[in-house]
């Protein structure tokens, strides 16, 4: 099944539009914990890079009704996104996010072995430097290419509208920067994205499970 | 030591311009037997995908004098890109490659942790539709953040030229793209780079450690 498909699926049984930021250790006990208020977990390198990717086939495998993204923001030529993709489809996960800036044929390697969610906007201040002149094109992309799950950022309502009105309803659209970041639960939702990843929010807590559930209350998926 | 000054010093040393890409499993055994002909060499995250970051240190510290480069081709948010590379300094990497287009915060939180290799060009056909573009602009970033090492192709010359216009000799430029992507040996560095990358052309023959010497004797250090 198609990433956007299977996540849609999900967010509409359970009812939430949150993803969880699996990206430190501590996160694998917490995930346990707040799974059921989740419509997906992102795993970001910094996490495999210390547990490696056996452990992290094993994560996946405890989950098979939440859809896994490696948000390894993967930005090489075409023959190492290709082997990059392919080593990340075989432990398990449904989709990966991949750089635009790196061009058609960079992404077009990674649709051959996963779904692509496609960072067309980000949320940190150097993002004004070059991406976000060029959020506009990355979006153009993704039409041509027939890409249908893209990452835009909460802290940057008008860069999600932006988006939104470019794609319309051909790609959902996910949005890092809640919480700690400096956006608030449901703005981005608010302004045309799909879902909210929060992460630092929910680590740096003494029941991750209660905060789970105050900002699943914020993210409902049905209105 | 600085990056730029470690990798000058080996191929002072050993008179050589060439720098290995251990991207897969099989070239863990070719480079205990070309080592003595390498600057440098680089790893590229789809071995530590397969291997492990423990697996990757056990084999830095079988080469104490062997400068390594994680070329990860870094593009994310600060925060991450501070964990990402406080991780790769604590497997013995001595730098690490990351992708100019984030912006300059997300440069500046891998400096304090490690020594920066600047993605300033690339070599796939893709490059020409976001990053050819900006070259000249990551190489006044490179300037003013006193970055001493950039990453741009074999393939285009006429782009390492540009490069070393710019930056002249604050940086030492080092091209990928030799061999099977279409570079001739000994290009680039005629063309102002100082360090060619070589992969693919020793993965694919019977003798590598002859293959070797004639790439090494194309790319002396001393002319």
Do not use: W
């Not at 980000?122 to 959020?135: L, P, R, V």
């Amino acid at each position: 099944m198609k990433f956007s498909k299977k996540i849609l699926k999900r967010a509409s049984e359970i009812n939430s539009r949150m993803i969880f930021n699996l990206d430190v250790e501590k996160g694998i006990e917490i995930l346990d914990k707040i799974y059921p208020y989740l419509a997906a977990c992102k795993i970001n390198r910094t996490l495999t890079d210390i547990i490696g990717m056996n452990e992290i086939k094993r994560i996946i495998e405890q989950y098979p009704d939440l859809p896994f993204i490696a948000d390894f923001k993967i930005a090489d030529i075409p023959h190492t996104n290709d082997v990059l993709s392919k080593n990340a489809g075989h432990v398990g996960f449904d989709a990966i996010t991949v750089q635009a800036f790196v061009g058609s044929d960079a992404v077009m390697a990674v649709q051959k072995n996963l779904d692509v969610i496609l960072v067309v906007a980000m949320s940190h201040e150097g993002a004004k430097e070059f991406i976000s002149e060029n959020t506009k094109k990355f979006c153009e992309l993704a039409l041509n290419l027939n890409i249908d799950a893209v990452v835009a950022p909460a802290t940057r309502t008008e860069e999600i509208k932006t988006v939104k009105e470019i794609l319309k309803s051909q790609a959902i659209i996910l949005s890092p920067g809640v919480g700690v970041q400096g956006g608030n639960f449901g703005d981005a939702v608010r302004n045309g994205s799909d879902f909210e990843m929060i992460g630092r929010t929910i680590y740096d807590v003494k029941n991750p499970k209660e905060i789970a559930n105050e900002i699943y209350e914020k993210l409902p998926f049905k209105k």
